[in-house]
Every structure is written in structure tokens, then in C-alpha cells.
């Protein structure tokens, strides 16, 4: 197989940076990286090497296979077309597309046979989504999902470098918990977009699901509090089984997972335990790196499986190096 | 009223602190510090002037009328009898007698009436439980409680002065979210606390309750995400003119909610709304200072209740001065 053309575009960002560490790590060679105006110019290291970071825009992002975008929503609106008018397919972690009609929102572990439907744009869940799925996928197809609370703990990291370099420069005694998200309605933007995309991903439409979402002084790693109830009867120690046995998914002490999980590839889950208060339910504790699972590696992921699959190859506007 | 003499028993903690405090605010003015062997002989901070720090012993802690105990629970255990034998009224605010049988474990707001029944120990509950029956008991008078679920966001003060030193001193990328409290059974001492402390203070013994209780990396102020499901119907826009009526319960912004509870006396209240997953479901979030009204203002307030009632005068053992 050819060397894919890769673009990362968004390169100098926290996620951004993380994709080409682990494009390195994974022996892509052909990379390039871009960015805004702001940083266009500067050098991004890529494995031993540096990059000099190019400007993106519709016309410098052509002779590319593949395109890894790490930006805002405004963006990926404006330059993911442009990109997929000159021939590369582009996996999208920005909201922009996420929801979008015939637009498959991908998670490899939950949904991998969606990716091949795309018509040159592939999007990438919001974090806690990925987070979320990749716990919520093994229950369901152990014993049907009937309903869904999450309370979210949510690291500085997943709203960007502005929020990463104030909380760097912050006191411990000056930091509290934030909520900074937009308002739709008596919602966060942030639980709506939960709430559809995890119904988009898992195929339940109509899954009764509510969140609330909290950021903490966190810098890397987000963790949530899941109450599920199934349709039929799961015991905590069948749903620890079933867990322990699913791709991405690594059962670990809650004492350390937060820590455990920043740097790794899984969705760390502990504190398997029955609700007492619901027909079915349990209660579950998550952790994940949002940089790497929750958003570069998966991204990563649906790439490895269009360039897997041949059937992709059949429309050849798209991954022309396959 | 002759000045009540008052022993503050763990002086130079956290909630101590406070309370010396919020004594000296109040115009308390027979006011001793004690603390154990490690601190006595040191001084603090009492309004404009300072006190020296007595040994708190069985022999030490005479001639007082009222204690309020800011101490581990073996500690407690062994003080507490010890002062009430020697003529205090002791207000306690470890776990070593909130479920005792014969106990009052009072919240002013909640339940002022039960602390007449005292013997020479009032119970203040954990920070946790009083910053959620606050807002409980306003709902439960309205429509009937069915069902709660919390999800805690507890701060690093909630912890002791170690832990809180631990998180003065450190990194803002080297803290994460952690659960520090010990396991019984499949949950954590501090979650069963607080359903049994919810119960007990609300009479509903059988109340249906489950908790997931989280550190967060913040020096004060705790939040909570709580799930409720009431008897009957309560809309959004009721829950929140029950609540605005509330004492000690103040609706406020989430954007500033947390911060905002920090030095204040209430329980600050936002994001009412539906629980559309649930019949009578409602979601809200609340903060609150943990040391304040979660702790040392909550002990105040029980003593001021003992002071103000005449009933408690019948038994001369107690509260002499009064």
C-alpha cells in the first residue's frame, strides 16, 4: 500500500499535538501540519523530526489522502469541504458535521461498519462521547439500554490551550469547578451534544438520557458517573465481565484510575456496583485520556479503517493512495 | 442570658478555624481554643485578639457550657462523653455518634425540633449531607421525595488541613480527580454517610438514595449534581420559587455558583430543570462552603437553637449558663 498523504490541520494545538505524536508512533512518514495565520511558519516536532507548520486553507490543503482537523467549529465548516474538493478524506473533531444527515459519526469499537459510508467527511464524537460509548456499547449488547444519567468531570484540556495555560498559571487556592459552556435552552451545549451524538453512535434515537456536565481543575483526563438501567437483569459482576472483555475498555481501581488513564489508550472503568434505587441499574466510574482516546487516537482509529477497507477504494475521489 | 463558655476542640484545624471565626463575628466572648498535644501551646486568631491553645483532655475540657468538636471520630469518641460529663452541651461534628440511636443529627433548616431531645450531644452531619438535605427538605415539603441521586464534587478541605496542604502544594498538571474515602462493601464510607445521615435527618428511613462521591483538586466549596424524582408533580418553575423561599438557599447563576458559595453562609441553587428521563424527574446543582454552612456555621446554628430554647433549661446539667 502507498504512503497516505496525512494534513493535520490545527498542529500547533493540545489535541492537535497529540495527533502527530501518534501518527509518529505509528510509522506514517508522508505528514504535513497546519494552522491557522497565528502559527503558521512555526515548527511542530513530529517523532525526531520538525514540521514547519503551513497555512490552512482550502487551497493549500490539496495533495492530501487524509486529513486529521483539530480546530474550531467555524473551521472545519469552512475548510473540510475545501479539502474534500481536493481529494482528501477528512476525519472531523470539531461539532460542525457531527450530526449532519448521512455524515457517519464514528467509534471504532462501537460502530466501525458506519465509517465506510462516508462521502469524504468522517466526524469524530465530542470526548465524553467517545468516553461514554465505548462503556455504554458492551452493556447494551449485553442487556439492552433503557435509561442513562452521566455527571461529567471534564479537565481543562478539552476546552482547549486557553484553558489549559490558565489553569497553569492559576493558584490551587484560586481554581473551583467551572460550567463554560454555551446555554440551549435549560441545557449545556455540551449535554446536548452528548445526549444526540451517543444516541446517533449506539442507533437509539429515542435512548432516555440526561447529563450534566462540570468542568474541573483538571488539566488532562476526564471522568464520569454513569447510572444505567438495562432492559433486562445485569449483575455487577456480569457487567464486569462483560466490560473486561470489550475493546478499549481496561477495569481499574478507582483509586488511581483518573491518574492511570492520561497517557493510555482505554477507557478506564471501576466501581462496577448495583443502583439500588432502579429496576436494572448500575452505577459505573469512568476515566479516559480526552486527548488520545477521546479525541486524536480515535480519530486515528477511523482512519485505520477506511485505509483497512476496500470498499472504500471503489469511489476514488477518495483515499486515492489505497 | 449570662455569656455561654465556650471550648472551640480542634482549634487550629480547618473547620476550627472557621469556627473560632464565625464565634467571634457572632460577639461570643468566653471562648477557649483546644487542640491535641501537637498544637497546644500555640496560639490563634479569635477576632482582634489571639488565644492560647489548651490540651484537649478528659480533665481539660470543664467549666463549659457548650463544645463544638472539630476532631477525627476516635478522638471524638473519647472527648465528647467526657466534656458532656463535666457539664458541656457538646456539639459534634465528627461520625461518631451521627447514627447513634437517641442522637439528634440536626440541620436547622430541617429539623431545629429534634435538638431538644439532646442529652449533651448534638450531631452535625458531614458537609455533604447538609449542603444536600438544605435542599431536599424545601422539595420534599412541596412534592414528596421518591428517589435521589448525587453526584458529588467535594473539595480538597472536605479532606482535613492535610490534604489540603497536599493540593497547596502542588502542580495544577499533577492533580486529578481522586475518592480517598474507604470502601464498605461496593461503596465508599462517605457515600453510605451520606444516605444515612439524608435518611435519618429527613425521617425516611427507606428513602431510595444513591450517591458517587468525587475529590475534586479545589481548596473550599463543594457541588453537588443531584437527580430527584418527587411523589407528585413539581415543574421546574415551582421547584424554583419552593427553593427561593427556602431558608439558607439562594438561587443563583451555575456560571458563578461555585465561587460565589465560597465565604457565604447558603446554599446556592442553579439549573433546575426537567429530568426528562423520569416521571416527577428534576436535575439541579448546587455549591457550598463546606467549611461554612457545610460545617462550622451548621454548628452554630445548633447551638443557637440549644440557647434560644427554654425547654433545654429543664435538665441542669446542661447548658448552666443559660
Not at 28 to 55: H, K, M, N, P, Q
Not at 56 to 79: K, M, Y
Request: aromatic share 4%; net charge negative; charged share 25%.
Amino acid at each position: 500500500m502507498p504512503e497516505p498523504a496525512v494534513g493535520v490541520i490545527g498542529a500547533t494545538g493540545a489535541v492537535g499535538t497529540v495527533e502527530l505524536d501518534l501518527l509518529a508512533e505509528r510509522g506514517y512518514e508522508d505528514v504535513r501540519a497546519f494552522a491557522s495565520e497565528r502559527s503558521a511558519g512555526t515548527r511542530v516536532t513530529f517523532g525526531s523530526r520538525e514540521l514547519e507548520v503551513e497555512l490552512a486553507s482550502p487551497d493549500t490543503l490539496s495533495d492530501l489522502d487524509l486529513c486529521f482537523f483539530s480546530v474550531g467549529t467555524a473551521a472545519s465548516a469552512e475548510l473540510v469541504p475545501a479539502a474534500v474538493e481536493n481529494g482528501a478524506v477528512c476525519v472531523d473533531k470539531s461539532s460542525a458535521f457531527r450530526l449532519a444527515e448521512g455524515i457517519p459519526l464514528v467509534v471504532p469499537e462501537v460502530n466501525a461498519r458506519r465509517a465506510d459510508e462516508h462521502e469524504g467527511i468522517v466526524a469524530n464524537p465530542n470526548c465524553s462521547t467517545i468516553q461514554l460509548v465505548c462503556v455504554l456499547e458492551p452493556l447494551r449488547r449485553a442487556a439492552g439500554l433503557r435509561r442513562v444519567r452521566v455527571a461529567t468531570y471534564q479537565s481543562a484540556s478539552g476546552a482547549g490551550d486557553a484553558s489549559m495555560k490558565r489553569l497553569l498559571e492559576s493558584r490551587p487556592d484560586e481554581v473551583s469547578v467551572t460550567m463554560d459552556w454555551p446555554l440551549e435552552g435549560d441545557e449545556f451545549e455540551e449535554e446536548s451534544k452528548l445526549r444526540e451524538e451517543t444516541r446517533k453512535i449506539l442507533e437509539l434515537p429515542e435512548l432516555a438520557f440526561i447529563a450534566n456536565c462540570v468542568r474541573v481543575p483538571v488539566l488532562v483526563g476526564h471522568c464520569q458517573a454513569i447510572w444505567v438501567e438495562t432492559e433486562q437483569v445485569l449483575a455487577p459482576d456480569d457487567a464486569r465481565d462483560v466490560l473486561a472483555s470489550a475493546d478499549s475498555i481496561r477495569l481499574a481501581d478507582p483509586a488511581s484510575a483518573p491518574y492511570e488513564a492520561v497517557g493510555g489508550d482505554d477507557v478506564l472503568v471501576g466501581r462496577i456496583r448495583r443502583d439500588p434505587t432502579a429496576a436494572n441499574g448500575l452505577v459505573l466510574f469512568t476515566a479516559c485520556d480526552n486527548l488520545r482516546k477521546g479525541a486524536a487516537l480515535n480519530a486515528i482509529q477511523i482512519a485505520e479503517l477506511l485505509l483497512e477497507d476496500e470498499r472504500v477504494v471503489a469511489d476514488d475521489r477518495h483515499l486515492r493512495a489505497v
